[in-house]
Structure formats: structure tokens, C-alpha cells
């Protein structure tokens, strides 16, 4: 049995540390471990459990911004942003169903883990990721010594923003023990335009055209025909063809002109549906959180691959034609999540080449242990940027005490 | 202000490195004429001032390489530039170092409307941006008020704001992807037109690094389609914590403005008197309030906040009618530095950010300050952000007077962070805030990020001087405290 170190606060947390420093023992940094299967596998003795440094510490909603310790759930989160009518905008996907949780369950993980591998939704292409809204934090570096950046104010440029450089890290270059972002009202009203069949070509130039146009769409995704049959949303799941969705997000009137004009602007494409309240935020969810994948295509491996949208259909095509499996997009063409018949490489080396051209970076979010600990998950580095990453690596966490090889192998 | 001490051998030098640019940039991108380098002495903060060793304007990606790869191999500083328009003497000149303007890099490479980015050299201005998209509709977001002269290079190096931030974010958070040239002459990509890029977020802590990483040499932004309209109302109210308070309120029942400013009175004035934007001179504190969006949102928010508005005592309300009338409604705004600035010789700007609640106290404390520095202070705020600009009157002639005005300048950010706020929300450290650093941070807060500095510039020639009060060797910086089997096992749970 692996020890676990469980500290009930930043003392603890800088005492778990210096130790490992001194008995070179490296750690496995987590909180609820929900997010475990993201990553290669860490090759660590111990595991420094930081479930106990919890809780909303400081929230003013009219300030705009939250401060909670790292383990705090993201379901406690969710609820006191709820209860002000706030929320967090960038909508961070939750990793539980994809990991075989449920699929209707409140958000597992916590928000450190959001923070730590830079978690986003739908709106990212709107409003950003957790990079964008993660404004300070407090932290053990894995040198053993106690530094924050940032602050607890919306706008600050004093100082390099450490911030930027924790939030995607996956706890490989310190130990965080408070964090702060931004928060912001939830819009008034949420709609979803549907537009029904079209192949990914013509439905990735609506979304970009969608995403181009003044409507400010908070959400843009293309799920073709297989993938939109296994929705559990009776709209979607019916049409017996493609759906292209355009959520719109604001004050009523707003929606309601907005949508208008998206559906002036479809109905020469095809048929096209509206989605409201309850079945809008359902959909939304399915597509945040690669419910398509779960269930009975559990057993699959999942890539998440970001590239520029109009180069997602060639892409995907690449990919289903030389690997088989099934794809659908998000971020308007530019998100691409692929599943497919479990491989021993995942693929990887395919995955890689089909983004090679245009510029982009494949992340293998779903795979067995062993898959994960042979393949790179993460996009390898050109030679001198994965230099100066080591770099910054050792500026942190010289020893390689925390999460070795999370990311990289023997980084 | 203190700065390193220039190093003479460089100096001694200077005959054989403007020889050694003369290769790399043929032609007048090598400046070494007196008269000529005068033009560089200072940026925006234009108390200091100090000639550079020579100024080099490269025009391509591969002389920026070549000449930091020589300087990195001679011991020679480089002090990167944009259009020098920085408030805090970021791209202030070292006697010892290359000035290195990237004012040549302007041209916009790449329009890409349906991944909604473009793609441009560092030297374009932050409005050539918008110019070069915007008869498609197109523009870029962030908007400092400089925005007609400062680069798009120099906003990543600041991470630069504008009125619009609340609503549209910072530079941050309108970057995709850059080109950058280390200090050894390694170029480097980081980015492009797809998002979030694994591994560590290079882009995030390039932007806002304020030179002493990297030399940008290419940027893609996001470009937005412009919203179908906008309308700003102006709101005056008898006090500022009022008018603070009309700011939450107006946040709280869940509206994000496109933009929310604040005026006191004295900005009110000075403004008023310069560009008869028509607004209210008694009035103790003005909102700016913009809601932009489809014609319909924009009525129809524009209405709440009026009621808001008059919930909260305003005492004063006027809509644009016309696109017209909107522009005259900012064009105070716009000009506040201007404006202020023909009230008084000098005046110096500060730039902090509060927590929005404690408007009112860090007013009243400053109005005390200036009172007991016997200097006039007038305030601009962007309201929405908390971002606190207080500009300070004086006459640097008058002997001890900008002494005097830094001093309160120094008291204003140490209040902004006594409160819970930091000392720069969108200038930068640079030289001026330098030395005030260690009042937010601790010895091993500055440590962390100087070891960043080291992973990017181990040999501390880019843009040395700034920022940092202190600058500590890399190899001290590396040095572990802890030794090898020292520490006992913690006392902490464990299972
Ligand atoms: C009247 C006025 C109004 C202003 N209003 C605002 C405002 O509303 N919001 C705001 O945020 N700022 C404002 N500023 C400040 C200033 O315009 C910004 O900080 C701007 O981003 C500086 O750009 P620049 O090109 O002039 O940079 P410079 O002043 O030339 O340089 C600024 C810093 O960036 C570095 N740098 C420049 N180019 C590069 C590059 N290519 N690679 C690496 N490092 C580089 C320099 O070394 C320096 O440290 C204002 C300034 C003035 C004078």
C-alpha cells in the first residue's frame, strides 16, 4: 500500500515537502483523485492527499471574485455560485463521466484539479479557459518554500503571472493550498439553434460563420449522425442525421433576436430546431463532458484534440479513415474528441500525423494505465520549447518531487 | 531610482558592437548618432531619462536572432522596445545596453476571419489591428487609451488593458500564439490558431513579462466581430462611494457593461475644460457606463441601469442618442491624461487595482495625502475592474517636487495593497513600481519569479533592472536550503 500524507493546512503541506525534498521521495500530488486517468501515470512513493484544505474562504459576489482552498468540490463551488446567480464562465468540463462516473450526478473534482489541468467547456471559445479566470493563488514550490502570485483583484499585472504557468501544469511544479478566480453572473436565458444533417465540411464553416458573426455564441458544436443518435436528447437523438448546434446565451429579448437571426441564416442550409431551458442545458452537458463516449463505449480510447477550426473536418477524416472510430467537434470545429477501438499505442503516432500540417496539439484522455505510461499523452515539444519547459520545470521543482512524469516521462 | 551600475567594458566596446550590428542590419537600422539616439531616451515615463549605448531596428525574425545570439556571446544588454509609450519605464534605455525597437516589424501577415485571428508583426499599432479588419467588421478587443501609438508587441509585453477589459478581458486573454526570440537567439513558437496548447503555458507568463523573457517577433490575436451597436450612459452622482456603489449594484443584478467608468470631480473638470464632452461640473463622481450587443439588448439593459442608477442617487443621467453622442460621452474619458496633464507641468500616473468596496476609503485616504503632500490629485477608475488611476499634479522644476509626488504616488499603491489590491493593474512594474515590490510580495515571492527568469535568460541581459528590486545570480537563486536526509518525517495524518 501506497502512504498517504494528509495535511490539514499550508504548514503541513510545506513540512510534507521539505521532506520529500530531503528523503528524495517523490509525491503524487492530488485532492479527490478524480482526475487520475489524466496524465501519464506517476511514478511516486508516496501520495500527498490535500482533501482536507477545503473550502470557500472569501466570496463577494459583487467583488466578482472567489477564494477557496484547492480540495474544495466543484459541486460546493457550483452551489454558492448558484445561490448568487453566478457562475464560472469558462465551464469547466467534469472529467467524472468519462472516467465511468455517472452521467447525471453533480460535478465531481475539485478546484484546484480545474485549475491544475486547465479545464474549459463549450464557452471557452467565448469566454476562455480556467488559464483565463485564474487571477492568484498561494503554493508550496517543490523546493520546499511557500510563494503566491497574483492576487485577488480582477486586473494586475505586478510581477511574471505564475498563474498562467500552474494553471495546465497537473501539479507538477508546486503544491497549491489556496486559489482565486474570477467568477461572473450567469446569463438571464440559454437557447440552442439546431441545424439538422450536412456533412463536417459545411457544418464547421456554419459554426465558424456563426463564431464570426455579432450573435457572441457561447457554444458551437457538430455532431454527426452516429454521435448525434447516441444524445439523450430526444431532439438530437431523432433527427436520424448530423446536428449542428449554436447556443446562445443573455438577457431574453436578446436571445430571441439572436436566435432569430441564426435561424434566418440556416434555414438555407437545413431543417433547423430550437432547443430551450432544460434540453439546451442537457445537450450542452453531453458535449462539455464526452458523453458520447461513455456508456457503452466505455472501453474506447478518448483523444482531445485542439486545432485551428477550419482545418477539424480534414482532421477528422484523417483520423476515422485511418483509425476508424467516431468523432464529434466542439469550439466550433477546433475541439475534436475521437474515440476509438481500444490499440496499443491509442494511435498515437496516426493522431499526431493528422494534425502535423496544420498546427495544433492531441491530448489521450482516456486510457489504461499501461497505454498512458507508454504513449505520450500530452503533444510532444519541439526539441528547444521543450527545453526551455525543463527549464521551468527545474525553476520550480528541481528535485522532480511533485507528480514526476505526469506529464512528460522523467520530467 | 537606482540602476545597475553600466558596465565601462561594454561601453569601452561600443566602436566594435555597432560594427558587429552593421552586418547583421544594413542601412540606418543601427543608430548611434547622439543627436539621433535622443529620441529614445525615455518612454512614457519621461521623468527618467538616460541615452542608450545605440539603438538597433531589425526587420526580420532571423536578424532579431542574430543580434541577440552576438549580444548573448559579448556580454551585451538589450533592452527591448515598442513605440515607447509604456507608463513605467519598462523600455527605459541602459547606458550599457542595445535599445532593440521593433518599430520596423509592421506589417500585418495573415487575416483569418473564420478562425476569427490575425496574425501580425509586434510593431503594428494595437489600432492597426482593428484598421486592418475593420472594414470587414472585424476588430481586436483590448483598447488602452494609447492605442493610436502603442504597439501590439508592447501590449503583450504589458499585458495592457483598456476600457473594455471587463467584459472582453485583458491582452491575455485576446493572445493565441507568438513568435519569441530567446536571449541566446533560439526562436521559439508558442501557440497559434488553435487554443490552449499543452505543456506550460509559455504564452501566459510571456504576456506581461514586460521584456525580461523573450523579444517578440510575431503575435496572432483573436478578432471579434463588432457588436451590432453600443450606447453609453452618462450617471452623476453626489459622492463616489455612490457611484462605487452603483457599480456593484449594477454587477450584481448579473450585467457585464462592455465598459463602466469613473471620473471625480477634479477629472470631470479637467476633462470637461479640454474636449467639452458636456459633462456634469457638479457632479462629485461620473459614470461611463457602455452596454454594447443587438439593438434590442442594449435598450433594453440600457433602462435597467438607468433605474439602477437612480436607485442608487444618481443625480444625473444622460443616453446617447447618436453614435455621435457616444463618442463624445468617451472622448473626456479618452483624453483624462491629456487633459490633465495641460493643468500641470507634470503629472505622474499611478495604477493600481482595489477590491471595488474599498473605493470609497482609498479616495478619502488619498484625498488626505494629497492634502498633506500639498500636491492635486485627479482620478480616473476603471469602475468594473477596480482598477484605480490616480494622477498626481506637480512641477518637476520645482526642486524636490517629483520626490514629492513619487512619494505620494508610493503611499497611493501601498494603500491600494493594504486594502487587498496590487500595485499595477495594466502598466507594468517597470522601474517605477520596482522598488515597492517587496510591499506585496516576500523575499521568496520575488525569488520564484526571478527563477522563471532564470529558465528564459539565465544570464540576466534582457531588460535588467526592471521589475525586480534586487537581482540575484542564477546559480544562487538554484541553490536548494534543504539538504539530503535533514528532515524528519512530517508530523502530519497519514494512512
Ligand atoms: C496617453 C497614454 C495612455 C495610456 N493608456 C493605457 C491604457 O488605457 N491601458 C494600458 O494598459 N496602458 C496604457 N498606456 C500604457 C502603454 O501605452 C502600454 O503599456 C503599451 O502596451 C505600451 O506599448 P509600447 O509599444 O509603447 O511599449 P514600450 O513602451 O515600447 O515597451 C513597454 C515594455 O514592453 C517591452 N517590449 C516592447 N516591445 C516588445 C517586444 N516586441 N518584445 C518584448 N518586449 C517588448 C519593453 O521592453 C517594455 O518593457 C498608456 C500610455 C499613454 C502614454
Redesign the pocket.
Known amino acids: 500500500m501506497t502512504e498517504i500524507l494528509k495535511p490539514d493546512n499550508a504548514d503541513q503541506v510545506l513540512d510534507a515537502v521539505k521532506w520529500a525534498v530531503s528523503e528524495a521521495t517523490p509525491l503524487e500530488v492530488r485532492s479527490l483523485g478524480t482526475k487520475a486517468g489524466f496524465g501519464r501515470p506517476v511514478q511516486a512513493g508516496r501520495v500527498l492527499d490535500l482533501s482536507n484544505l477545503s473550502g470557500i474562504t472569501d466570496y463577494d459576489p459583487g467583488e466578482l471574485v472567489l477564494t477557496a482552498g484547492p480540495a474544495t468540490p466543484m459541486a460546493e463551488i457550483e452551489r454558492a455560485l448558484a445561490a448568487a446567480n453566478q457562475e464560472l464562465q469558462f465551464e469547466p468540463m467534469d472529467l467524472g463521466p468519462l472516467y465511468g462516473g455517472s452521467t447525471d450526478a453533480p460535478a465531481t473534482g475539485t478546484i484546484g484539479g480545474v485549475i491544475a489541468a486547465n479545464l474549459s467547456g463549450p464557452r471557452r471559445v467565448k469566454s476562455g479557459a480556467a488559464r483565463d479566470h485564474f487571477l492568484g493563488f498561494h503554493a508550496v514550490s517543490g523546493r520546499g518554500e511557500v510563494f503566491k502570485s497574483g492576487g485577488k483583484v480582477m486586473k494586475n499585472v505586478t510581477g511574471f503571472d505564475l498563474s498562467k504557468l500552474m494553471a495546465g501544469s497537473f501539479g507538477t511544479l508546486a503544491v497549491m493550498t489556496e486559489v482565486t478566480v474570477k467568477v461572473l453572473p450567469r446569463p438571464e436565458k440559454t437557447r440552442t439553434v439546431l441545424l439538422m444533417g450536412g456533412d463536417d465540411e459545411a457544418a464547421v464553416a456554419a459554426l465558424c460563420d456563426a463564431l464570426g458573426s455579432s450573435h457572441e455564441v457561447a457554444g458551437a458544436a457538430h455532431l454527426p449522425a452516429a454521435v448525434a443518435a447516441r444524445s439523450g436528447v430526444g431532439y438530437v437523438a431523432g433527427a436520424g442525421a448530423s446536428v449542428t448546434a449554436v447556443r446562445i446565451e443573455g438577457p431574453g429579448p436578446s436571445v430571441e433576436h439572436r436566435c432569430a437571426a441564426l435561424t434566418d441564416q440556416f434555414k438555407a442550409l437545413g431543417a433547423v430546431e430550437e432547443l430551450h431551458s432544460h434540453n439546451s442545458i442537457a445537450f450542452w452537458r453531453e458535449v462539455r463532458d464526452a458523453i458520447p463516449f461513455t456508456g457503452d463505449r466505455a472501453g474506447d480510447q478518448v483523444w482531445r484534440i485542439s486545432v485551428p477550426p477550419t482545418a477539424g473536418a480534414e482532421v477528422v477524416r484523417r483520423l476515422t479513415d485511418g483509425l476508424g472510430g467516431d468523432a464529434y467537434y466542439d469550439w466550433g470545429g477546433g475541439l475534436i474528441w475521437f474515440a476509438l477501438p481500444t490499440r496499443e499505442d491509442a494511435g498515437a503516432t496516426a493522431v499526431r500525423a493528422a494534425i502535423a500540417d496544420c498546427g495544433g496539439h492531441a491530448t489521450l484522455v482516456r486510457a489504461s494505465a499501461d497505454v498512458r505510461q507508454a504513449v505520450e499523452v500530452f503533444q510532444p515539444q519541439p526539441g528547444p520549447l521543450d527545453e526551455l519547459s525543463r527549464r521551468v520545470k527545474d525553476a520550480f521543482d528541481p528535485e522532480g518531487v511533485l507528480n514526476p512524469g505526469r506529464m512528460v516521462a522523467g520530467v | 531610482m537606482q540602476m545597475p551600475d553600466p558596465d565601462q567594458r561594454v561601453i569601452e566596446r561600443r566602436a566594435e558592437i555597432i560594427k558587429a550590428m552593421r552586418t547583421i542590419v544594413p542601412g540606418e537600422g543601427v543608430i548611434a548618432d547622439e543627436a539621433m539616439l535622443k529620441a529614445f531616451e525615455c518612454?512614457?515615463l519621461m521623468a527618467y531619462r538616460q541615452l542608450p549605448l545605440i539603438v538597433v531596428l531589425p526587420e526580420t525574425t532571423a536578424q532579431v536572432s542574430q543580434i541577440l545570439a552576438y549580444c548573448h556571446l559579448n556580454d551585451v544588454k538589450i533592452?527591448?522596445?515598442?513605440?515607447?509609450?509604456?507608463?513605467s519605464g519598462?523600455?527605459l534605455p541602459l547606458a550599457d545596453a542595445i535599445t532593440l525597437g521593433?518599430s520596423k516589424f509592421n506589417r500585418v501577415l495573415d487575416i483569418d476571419y473564420p478562425n476569427r485571428c490575425a496574425v501580425v508583426q509586434?510593431g503594428v499599432t494595437n489600432l492597426g489591428v482593428t484598421k486592418a479588419v475593420e472594414a470587414d467588421g472585424f476588430y481586436y478587443a483590448p483598447d488602452?487609451?494609447?492605442q493610436i501609438?502603442?504597439?501590439i508587441?508592447?501590449?503583450?509585453?504589458?499585458n495592457?488593458?483598456?476600457?473594455h477589459c471587463l467584459k472582453y478581458g485583458l491582452t491575455t486573454n485576446n493572445v493565441l500564439g507568438l513568435e519569441m526570440v530567446l536571449m541566446d537567439g533560439t526562436v521559439l513558437r508558442l501557440g497559434g490558431k488553435h487554443l490552449d496548447p499543452g505543456g506550460y503555458d509559455l504564452l501566459g507568463v510571456m504576456t506581461g513579462s514586460?521584456?525580461l523573457l523573450?523579444?517578440?517577433?510575431e503575435v496572432t490575436v483573436r478578432i471579434l466581430k463588432k457588436p451590432e451597436t453600443a450606447r453609453a450612459v452618462l450617471l452623476g452622482f453626489n459622492s463616489s462611494e455612490e457611484g462605487g456603489d452603483c457599480v456593484a449594484a449594477i454587477i450584481n443584478a448579473g450585467i457585464i457593461p462592455g465598459g463602466i467608468e469613473m471620473m471625480d470631480k477634479p477629472a470631470i473638470h479637467a476633462t470637461e475644460e479640454f474636449v467639452h464632452a458636456g459633462y456634469p461640473l457638479d457632479v462629485e463622481a461620473l459614470l461611463i457606463v457602455e452596454l454594447d450587443g443587438p439593438q434590442i439588448e442594449v435598450d433594453h439593459l440600457i433602462e435597467q441601469v438607468g433605474e439602477i442608477a437612480k436607485g442608487q442617487g444618481a443625480v444625473y443621467s444622460r443616453i446617447s442618442e447618436t453614435e455621435e453622442e457616444r463618442a463624445v460621452f468617451w472622448s473626456g474619458r479618452k483624453n483624462a491624461?491629456?487633459a490633465v496633464g495641460r493643468m500641470s507641468p507634470d503629472y505622474l500616473c499611478m495604477d493600481g487595482t482595489i477590491p471595488r468596496n474599498k473605493l470609497a476609503l482609498v479616495l478619502k485616504r488619498t484625498a488626505e495625502l494629497s492634502q498633506k503632500y500639498g500636491l492635486r490629485v485627479a482620478n480616473v477608475f476603471h469602475a468594473g475592474d477596480g482598477n484605480l488611476h490616480p494622477l498626481i499634479l506637480f512641477d518637476a522644476n520645482q526642486p524636490g517636487e517629483l520626490d514629492k509626488a513619487e512619494q505620494f504616488g508610493g503611499d497611493i499603491l501601498k494603500l491600494c495593497v493594504e486594502v487587498g489590491g496590487v500595485l499595477t493593474g495594466?502598466?507594468?512594474v517597470?522601474v517605477e513600481k520596482r522598488d515597492l515590490m517587496g510591499e506585496m510580495f516576500t523575499e521568496d515571492d520575488l525569488k520564484q519569479q526571478q527563477r522563471v527568469k532564470c529558465a528564459f535568460d539565465p544570464t540576466h541581459q534582457l531588460?535588467p533592472g526592471?521589475v525586480y528590486p534586487t537581482l540575484h545570480r542564477c546559480a544562487e537563486l538554484g541553490r536548494m536550503h534543504i539538504s539530503r536526509g535533514q528532515v524528519p518525517f512530517p508530523d502530519i495524518p497519514r494512512f
Open positions: 518612454d512614457g533592452v527591448p522596445r515598442g513605440a515607447g509609450t509604456g507608463l519598462g523600455a521593433l509586434p488602452p487609451s494609447s501609438a502603442c504597439s508587441g508592447g501590449n503583450i509585453a504589458e495592457s488593458g483598456g476600457v514586460e521584456g523573450g523579444v517578440i517577433t491624461f491629456p495594466e502598466h507594468g517597470g531588460n526592471k
